[in-house]
């Protein structure tokens, strides 16, 4: 049995219980991190199913996808009535800047060196060739000071080892149910400790985040729901074993020092030289 057989992709996991338990936690999280967020140039790359940057009030904001849509699905009747390269985000409160959407490669983006201020990775480094790559770019595109937002599923998790077993059966030649893959079909999981590393290596420095979705690997959504007191317990009492994570990092530059907006001051007038006079003398003394 191969991993494509016992596996569906993200859009398709997206829609089941778990995936649908999984956006709620990620919209709410990802709202939270970027809602304080200034600047001019915001970017989301990949997963269209969460709108990563709806809470936030940049003016200019871009939906990056990996691959055009399939020819045929969601065609309009007149191909020349539709701009080929975009495609609305699920808000109708966007602007239409804030709703062009782009194809390209997430280890070449089509942007200036330190040309944007936010970048949201929505489990975009686990369905990439190459995340740190992938990571490098949106270093280079980033501002001094910008921030990138990661989500990404723990693999020291309930949903972690529920993955890893699947995989291990499929490694040995198992059949039936324990050669099911639990998550998406995807590359390997991303620790947090080794993005940590990974973000440190590139002079991020992580600032906040978090882990979340404590209920177990669970296909149903009625046991779903009965596992909800997990939620609460699992942020007091094991929150590093949570499902999924988001890092909310900050671009920093070694020997460089932000100011603020530059202001022309008046220059101050010298003052003139005092006159002393002499009752006795004839001529003044400057």
Known sequence: ???EASS???PRWLQ???GRYLLAWEQQ???AQVADLFGFH???LGMPEVDALRANRMPHRWLALAAPPVPGENACADASARPPMTMPLHDPAYTPSAAA???CDFDALPFATQSLDLVVLPHTLEFTIDPHRTLAE???VLVPEGRVVIVGFNPNSLWGLRQWSGRTAQRLGAVGGAGHLFLPRAGDLIAHRRLADWLRLLSFEVQSGGF???RPALKSEAWLDRCAWMEPAGDRWWPVFGAVYVVNAVKRVRGMRLIGLARNKLAKPRAAPAVVSHKHRDTEVI
């Open 101 to 103: 959407a782009l194809y």
């Open 138 to 140: 949106v270093e280079r």
């Open 212 to 214: 979340g979705c404590y």
């Open 29 to 31: 999280r990802i709202d």
């Open 42 to 44: 915001a970017l989301q």
């Open 16 to 18: 089941t219980p778990p």
């Open 8 to 10: 569906i992709d993200l």
């Open 1 to 3: 049995m191969t991993q």
